[in-house]
């Protein structure tokens, strides 16, 4: 089983920063990407950052110059590091991941977190 885990979400005002984590523990070969989403009320998901197994790393428009991703491959965690929060930044943040189980993993499987709760105030 593979688990993952968010966390750091917060209630921020305006112009402020927090970071994320993205915690995954279990039957862990390797991990491939970390991808955040945000789920807004009434908004459809859409997808925040993006980390592959080689550092590739890719921001939505809407984050571009305030936020930033990273991992730790020590550590399976994935970052991100928010700043200048807006009040449209509020929404739950979710983290999907891309696993190897085994070394004769070759397909690798998706998982997700449950979230965690941003909450920017004007």
């Known amino acids: 089983q593979v688990h993952v885990t968010e966390s750091g979400g917060g209630l921020v005002q305006a112009g402020g920063s927090l970071r994320l984590s993205c915690a995954v523990s279990g039957d862990i070969f390797e991990i491939d990407a970390f991808t955040w989403y945000r789920q807004a009320p009434t908004e459809e998901r859409e997808i925040i950052a993006g980390?592959?197994?080689?550092?590739?790393?890719r921001l939505a428009n809407s984050v571009e110059g305030r936020f930033a991703i990273s991992r730790d491959n020590a550590k399976n965690t994935s970052y991100l590091e928010m700043s200048d929060l807006k009040p449209e930044d509020t929404g739950v943040y979710l983290c999907?991941?891309?696993?190897?189980?085994?070394?004769?993993?070759?397909?690798?499987?998706?998982?997700w977190g449950q979230g965690t709760q941003v909450t920017v105030s004007s």
């Open positions: 999907n991941v891309d696993v190897f189980t085994t070394k004769d993993d070759y397909a690798g499987s998706e998982y």
């Open positions: 980390i592959t197994d080689d550092g590739t790393k």
